[in-house]
């Protein structure tokens, strides 16, 4: 399995821009870049997830560096309902790996 | 659109007792996983059904029986309950290894 680097923790304003870095600089040539959130007490929540090439959906953009060795979650308008814990998964099999992902805090 | 339904919510049991948990999905998807989740830390993977009619086992998989009983129902079973046990467990589907997965709610298991 690929081994991920978060940010423990980040903190943001309601309404602008966040952008979640990660880092997986041993991610296979197969393995999907796949980000996930979970709220407190709440089953993981999909958010979005790419292989190559940049992906973007009606939640965020994924930003997926040319070499894949990392990738950057973009949500466009943080909201209260955004905070959560944020975890980026590199897999190509049937196992998603859940590391300590990043507590992202938005402030009003 | 339910998406993925676990029952129960909550359950608690002694030691020794036995429980099946269980999990119905109504997007069609093929694939089908239970992991488990223990304060403060990320889940991991019990069992897994790839497609109807297959099971493997996941990174922590004893202690624990499944059962694929059609393409929508995925159950877990804990035939005797041990306080190592307790723990959130989250059912999960997904149409295919190129997909994303659909997460249920949980079940809070503690086992006393």
């Known amino acids: 399995d690929a081994k991920t680097t978060q940010p423990n923790s980040m903190e943001s304003n309601e309404e602008e821009p966040v952008h979640l870095p990660c880092n997986h600089s041993t991610i296979s040539g197969t393995d999907y870049i796949h980000w996930y959130r979970q709220l407190p007490s709440q089953g993981p929540e999909y958010v979005i997830h790419g292989l190559t090439s940049n992906v973007n959906n009606r939640m965020a953009s994924l930003a997926i560096a040319e070499d894949r060795k990392s990738s950057t979650l973009i949500l466009h308008r943080a909201t209260l309902r955004d905070a959560a814990v944020y975890y980026c998964i590199p897999a190509a099999g049937n196992m998603l790996t859940f590391g300590g992902g990043t507590r992202l805090m938005v402030k009003p | 659109n339910a998406g993925v339904t676990q029952t129960p919510k909550f359950q608690v049991l002694k030691t020794g007792q036995s429980m099946t948990l269980q999990c119905a999905q109504d997007?069609?998807?093929?694939?089908m996983y239970w992991y488990r989740q223990d304060p403060g830390m990320g889940l991991r993977l019990i069992y897994y059904?790839?497609?109807?009619?297959?099971?493997d086992k996941g990174e922590v998989p004893n202690g624990y029986n499944v059962s694929r009983l059609n393409k929508r129902e995925f159950s877990l079973r804990l035939e005797s309950a041990a306080p190592s046990q307790t723990s959130v467990y989250f059912c999960a589907s997904r149409q295919g290894l190129d997909y994303g997965y659909t997460f249920g709610s949980g079940t809070r298991l503690t086992v006393v």
């Open positions: 059904s790839a497609s109807e009619g297959t099971t």
């Open positions: 997007m069609n998807h093929n694939s």
